[in-house]
């Protein structure tokens, strides 16, 4: 079996295009609890995204 190996840009790209050419997710937003908040010297946040039926 061959495993086909993607770069963080290959795969992005590929997610952006779904996202793009899916009527429903085009327009999405996402309401949840945000936590384990950091925000970065550099200026990245980073957290955890869930609400109360996430796993």
Do not use: C, P, W
């Not at 996202?19 to 925000?39: M, P, Q, R, T, W």
């Amino acid at each position: 079996m061959f495993l086909k190996i993607f770069t963080v840009t290959q795969i992005n790209s590929y997610i952006k295009k779904m996202f793009n050419a899916d009527a429903i997710l085009n327009h999405v937003s996402v309401k949840g609890e945000i936590s384990n908040f950091k925000l970065h010297y550099s200026g990245h946040m980073y957290f955890t995204l869930k609400d109360d039926r996430a796993k």
